[in-house]
């Protein structure tokens, strides 16, 4: 029997009862669509999450202050509230082994005006170097220096959410680097505009203006009051994060005189943190729709190995018969074993192209950038065509053993 | 050609054993038509089983031609029934929606026969059973009761076997439909010298053979030569008189 005559005969064996066979390849269909489009949904969501993420910055660490230390049982104003953290910290962490650039950051909300139009909205103090730890790219203009930090100067750079909201809805597509806006009432010459970053699921930082870090400490923190609000410290590899993290905690600790580490009063944020605690959760997620899917795909593997039974039992006199004329055991294996896979390849391809189809309406209705992975299409395929053999397997085997006397007179 | 020696067929085990054939000695030549004959429950159906080698005797030797098939396994049998053995069975002779060509083409794809080789063959074995030549592209269901039958002697030729074996290959056709199949069966047997056994219960079916073999109760109770079978083609010649 040559591979020609299997093909023959397997295709005449479907497309005998085309309804039957039609409905056990929905059901694979059905279950590798599923697969195929959950998965990628699973994948979108964490790809999308995960940018999110790196927008913040790239190997960002992020001290902040600690509590407000009290004396007895006084009310605490929580976590970020102390004074603890100063420009000397910032210029000391410098200094630690792996740390590429700092940012001290002074941060406040203040009423905003232009003529005609006003918002209240964060004002950031920050060094020059914060663009580059933050993945700040400019639309117009340029970003903060440290020289206009030391000279004190006046400048802002907004973000496109604080342009619309004082310069009208269109303001992002005119020219705003040198115009005039006050903040706190103190006039500001605006020297840029910050590129759309869009919502990053941790504040936007769209509806936000930068100003240098000396002049924000100088003019809305007040002498004698020269505290940070944080201090953004980016490592210079991933894999030195860690160890950036345990050298700046030790040297704060120490330029703090805390000998109690549990005593500190900063902590520091790690993104390798939320990066993980964030993939965790998707991966998480898309292993509970690849379950899901799953499912879907034995119960369309049960339909095959239903469909290939009653197949056997039907087609018990067409065995004998075949078996009389001379087919082995392995002949009607291989042809039983034939159906399944064909109905399971079939429906795997068909289910590849639906799963890519909603995967691809997925992203074309905004939803999630749903991403079609190639070992979610080979697994799908693989899986489709292991279901074949496993639940073709048994039937087929029922099939060959029969006993062909028995087989002819079956009525 | 064949022989059977001492051939036992028993059922069950114990108690309740059920002894089908107790001892069936015969042997058949080359050339020739025999008709094995008895009522139901005589054991026809089990020696036809075991001389067309789907079933194994208990005991006793079975050899056709020239290899002992008594004690092989199922996978030898079934290249025993592809080589040596044409089956024409009673009902479901052909597969359902499947060509004419393709059911006579069949035992030549399990006999790995060259694709270009088969349905030379095939178109050999159709003409030679009498069936037209319009008729090979028609579905199963397209085919009377006697055309059936002569495609399922086409597909019992087609492998060139040892023996053709005939299971009461007119117990579903009327008189005259039978006629045809066993001068079909007759034509072969003297112009193409092939061996034939037909498994019958009916007399008159039994009385076209050259050589009529009785059964009862598992036993041969008379092996006798019919020296002046019927013939088949000049009954149905007067069939067509007497009716016209």
Known sequence: ?411 | MIELKDIEKTYGSGPEAYTALKGISFSVDEGEFVAIMGPSGSGKSTLMHIVGCLDTPTSGTYVLDGRDVSTMTDDELAEIRKDKIGFVFQAFNLLPRTTVLRNVVLPLVYADVEPHEREKRATAALLAAGLPEDHFGHLSNQLSGGQIQRVAIARALVNDPALILADEPTGNLDSKTSLVVLGTLQTLNRTHGRTIVLITHEPDIALHAGRIIRLKDGRIISDEKNPAPRDATRETALYDDATV
């Open chain 1, 1 to 411: 029997m040559t591979t020609r005559d299997l093909f023959e005969e397997t295709h005449a064996a479907l497309s005998a009862n085309k309804t039957r066979s039609g409905l056990t390849i929905l059901g694979i269909v059905i279950g590798i669509a599923s697969v195929i489009a959950l998965t990628a949904i699973g994948q979108g969501a964490q790809n999308s999450i995960s940018a999110s993420i790196d927008s913040l910055g790239s190997n960002l660490l992020e001290v902040m202050p600690g509590a407000v230390r009290m004396i007895g049982f006084g009310a605490s104003s929580g976590r970020g509230s102390a004074k603890s953290l100063t420009p000397g910290d910032e210029t000391a962490i410098m200094g630690v082994a792996n740390v590429a650039a700092v940012s001290g950051e002074y941060s406040s909300r203040y009423q905003v005006t232009v003529a005609g139009a006003n918002t209240n909205t964060t004002v950031d103090g920050v060094n020059g170097s914060y663009a580059g730890i933050r993945n700040i790219s400019m639309d117009q203009g340029a970003f903060i220096t440290d020289s206009q930090s030391l000279s004190l100067s006046k400048v802002a750079v907004i973000g496109s959410t604080v342009a619309t909201d004082l310069f009208g809805t269109d303001a992002t597509s005119t020219n705003l680097v040198g115009k005039n806006i006050r903040v706190n009432n103190m006039q500001f010459t605006v020297i840029g505009l910050m590129a759309t970053k869009g919502g990053s699921g941790f504040g936007s930082q769209d509806n936000e203006i930068f100003i240098p870090l000396g002049t924000a400490l100088q003019y809305f923190a007040g002498t004698g009051n020269q505290f940070l609000s944080t201090i953004d410290i980016q490592a210079a590899t991933q894999q030195s994060m860690s160890q950036v993290q345990s050298d700046v905690t030790a040297l704060l600790l120490s330029r703090h005189g805390v000998s109690d580490p549990a005593k500190a009063d900063f902590s520091i944020l790690n993104q390798q943190d939320l990066v993980s605690a964030a993939s965790s959760v998707t991966g998480t997620f898309t292993t509970l729709l690849a379950a899901v899917a799953g499912i879907s795909l034995l119960v369309g593997g049960i339909g095959i190995m239903n469909m290939m039974l009653t197949n056997v039992t039907e087609r018990m006199r067409e065995i004998g018969l075949r078996k009389a004329i001379g087919a082995t055991k392995a002949d009607i294996n291989r042809q039983f074993l034939a159906e399944a896979v064909a109905l399971t390849f079939i429906g795997g391809a068909a289910g590849v192209a639906l799963g890519w189809s909603a995967a691809y309406a997925v992203t074309a209705m905004g939803i999630v950038a749903a991403q079609v992975t190639l070992s979610s299409v080979v697994l799908a395929f693989g899986v489709s065509a292991a279901i074949g053999i496993a639940f073709g397997w048994y039937p087929a085997r029922r099939a060959a053993n029969l006993n062909p006397i028995d087989a002819l007179r079956y009525e």
